[in-house]
């Protein structure tokens, strides 16, 4: 049981109270002027989803839906398909055809992530995602896909000769190759990362 305040104490009470408010006066302002002022967010925020390509610019998603068992909100929706030689999206047999991530459900936990056994799936710091319709929060792959790097390929196209799905989990691609390229040169013609892609692979020979 707490004891009780003389006299002197309960006059003097309100004055205490008042000492927090008053000290607090006379600290720097920490507000932060969002949207005008953006603080950066700390290199690992959980923020929006990214699915990563390798560096000839195939997918690393294999569509095994392991992200979408593991997250405990369902906000991911994923249906694999098999590659064919015509339409070879991701190193080995199968890649993800349809991947969703729904963000009026997903809780930003990472779980996802630790999921992923290709490191696929990654999250970005990017966290303005509000939208004015529900049908928008929910992100499409071609939302969700990294954007091409330098020299990548667009897929589809085959793998680098001579490697199988092993070669590309141990990071021992590290870029596209000049059949790649004459591939899609003779399917797609126009296909915008031809120039780049060639110079790239040209230049590693």
């Known amino acids: 049981m707490l004891p009780r305040k003389g006299a002197v104490g309960r006059i003097f009470a309100p004055a205490a109270g008042f000492g927090v408010t008053l000290s607090s006066m006379f600290r720097p302002t920490v507000t932060e002027q969002y949207p005008f002022e953006k603080v950066p967010t700390k290199p ?6 990214q699915l990563n390509r390798y560096p000839d610019g195939l ?9 979408a068992w593991a997250c405990p909100a ?30 009026l459900r997903c809780i930003f936990c ?23 319709t529900r049908r928008g929060m929910i992100y499409e792959k071609a939302d969700l896909l ?20 092993l070669e590309y989990y141990r990071g021992e691609i590290t870029g596209p190759v000049i059949e790649q390229v004459d591939w ?11 120039d780049a892609a060639r110079n790239r692979a040209e230049g590693a020979r």
């Open 44 to 49: 690992r925020y959980h923020g929006r989803h």
């Open 146 to 165: 990294a954007p091409m790097g330098e020299g990548m390929l667009a897929a589809p196209h085959p793998m680098v000769p001579g490697t199988e799905d």
């Open 184 to 194: 899609v040169a003779q399917w797609r013609p126009e296909d915008p990362t031809l």
């Open 74 to 103: 369902d906000a991911i929706y994923v249906e694999g398909a098999d590659n064919t030689p015509e339409a070879q999206f991701s190193p080995g047999e199968r890649y993800g055809r349809v991947y969703q991530i729904n963000y």
């Open 59 to 67: 997918e690393k998603c294999i569509g095994c839906e392991l992200c």
């Open 110 to 132: 990472g779980l996802c992530i630790e999921a992923c056994p290709t490191r696929a799936l990654t999250m970005t710091n990017d966290y303005e995602l509000a939208g004015p």
